[in-house]
């Protein structure tokens, strides 16, 4: 029988359908938000700025003195709070930040002025209304939303809290992660490895990965090497809000890890997908223990290899972290840039392409001449390429479509494909 594989669209598509947000929440300190995603809005609840002030030192006119030569009534500093005083021809000399009285409407900067001495000003009549005066709530005003819920705070972002007032914050507590792999040849890094072995290298960079991303995930260790063990070692997992597994997918006889996350109840999203590398990958999710009774558990099994592992957890694993994390930014950001060297895809199948995007060029990795199971390429690569099935091959000084390793993430789906 000839298995069918899901093309990359709707399995993307599918997951983030079945990916459904925690929705646990907490309250922490906004030192330590960042990354953090929040679980309402946070709505203004002082004026931005509180209260007209001047962006420039120089002198607080009424805009009806402009071109005439005034008397300087008072100096205002930064901090002063000064009532309305001034009389037919005069004004205030003013610094950077200060407030303004409510009888003057414009600032001069000092350095645009005709004349100044001892305490008389002279003021060019060619003046704008209002020119370098902050008005109070211009930036915002009380009851504007300042961030959504499913916003992600960055240090941009807790300078306006903080402007705020605001301290604490409302947030979606963070995902619980399980990190299993699978493989009787696996070695642990402290573990003496021989020929015949190998050192577990793909938890390590997935974790290393998610926690790049804003996410903390648990090592597991590797499941058993029989399918009895395997189901009760799935089971001790249903506690978690994600588990991720590497290898023992494919169609091999000692692949039984997907039969294992069956026997404890996966409901299957896909198991197959027309990408190289990638094909393998499986998606799901069960219902997590009885007595937590919270949700569900969310499974993506990834292929073995290394390269394949990162590469479908850019594309698939960390999209759906997001929504499942309540954030906003769930699809990837796509930067334009142009092909230095034409290279060859094969057609059938969307392939995904290693590279190096830099100053607004893409530079194919090793050729386009690479296997899965290479790990030192990623090292080389800091970006991808997804082609569409019907590519066979991307000219030089083609403008491509690129998905860099530390890029951002948007809200809409953009197309990925040329």
């Known amino acids: 029988m000839i298995k069918t594989y899901l093309d990359f669209d709707n399995a993307i598509n599918k997951a983030l359908k079945y990916a459904k947000p925690a929705g646990l929440k907490e309250i922490i300190n906004i030192e330590n938000s960042i990354g953090r995603v929040l679980s309402t809005d946070v709505r203004c609840i002082k004026n931005l700025p509180s209260f007209n002030n001047s962006a420039m030192d120089g002198f607080a006119i009424k805009y009806s003195d402009a071109g005439k030569t005034l008397k300087v009534r008072k100096t205002i500093f930064a901090g002063d709070n000064v009532e309305e005083i001034l009389e037919e021809g005069e004004c205030y000399k003013i610094m950077t930040g200060a407030k303004v009285p409510n009888d003057v409407d414009t600032i001069i900067p000092i350095e645009d002025v005709l004349f100044y001495k001892d305490d008389q000003v002279s003021i060019n009549d060619d003046v704008e209304k209002g020119f370098c005066l902050r008005l109070k709530g211009e930036e915002v005003s009380c009851k504007d939303v300042l961030f959504e819920k499913g916003e992600v705070i960055n240090s941009s972002s807790i300078a306006v809290l903080a402007s705020q007032g605001k301290t604490m914050l409302n947030v979606f507590k963070k995902l619980s992660i399980a990190i299993v792999s699978t493989g009787n040849e696996l070695k642990e890094p402290w573990e003496n490895a021989n020929e015949d072995e190998i050192y577990n290298c793909n938890s390590y960079s997935i974790i290393s990965l998610l926690k790049e991303k804003g996410f903390d995930a648990t090592y597991m260790g590797v499941v058993p090497d029989n399918l009895d063990e395997s189901i009760k070692f799935v089971s001790s997992l249903k506690n978690y809000d994600v588990i991720i597994t590497t290898g023992g997918i494919s169609m091999g006889d000692a692949d039984f890890v997907g039969e294992a996350f069956i026997k404890n109840g996966l409901d299957t999203i896909f198991h197959g997908v027309n990408i190289k590398p990638g094909r393998p990958i499986m998606m799901g999710t069960m219902q997590k223990c009885v007595d937590i009774n919270r949700g569900q558990t969310f499974v993506m099994c990834l292929p073995g290899n290394p390269l394949t592992a990162i590469v479908n957890m850019h594309l698939f694993a960390i999209p759906v972290l997001n929504k499942i994390q309540g954030s906003q930014y769930v699809y990837h950001d796509i930067t334009l840039a142009k092909n230095n060297e034409a290279f060859k895809t094969k057609t059938g199948r969307v392939n995904v392409v290693l590279g190096i ?62």
């Open 357 to 418: 995007c830099k100053k607004g060029e893409y530079e194919v990795t090793r050729k386009n001449k690479y296997g899965s199971a290479m790990i030192t390429v990623l090292n080389e690569s800091n970006s991808i390429v997804v082609t569409s099935e019907h590519q066979s091959k991307i000219e030089d000084d083609n403008i491509i479509k690129v998905i860099k390793f530390n890029c951002s993430y948007l809200k809409e789906q953009m197309n990925i494909f040329n």
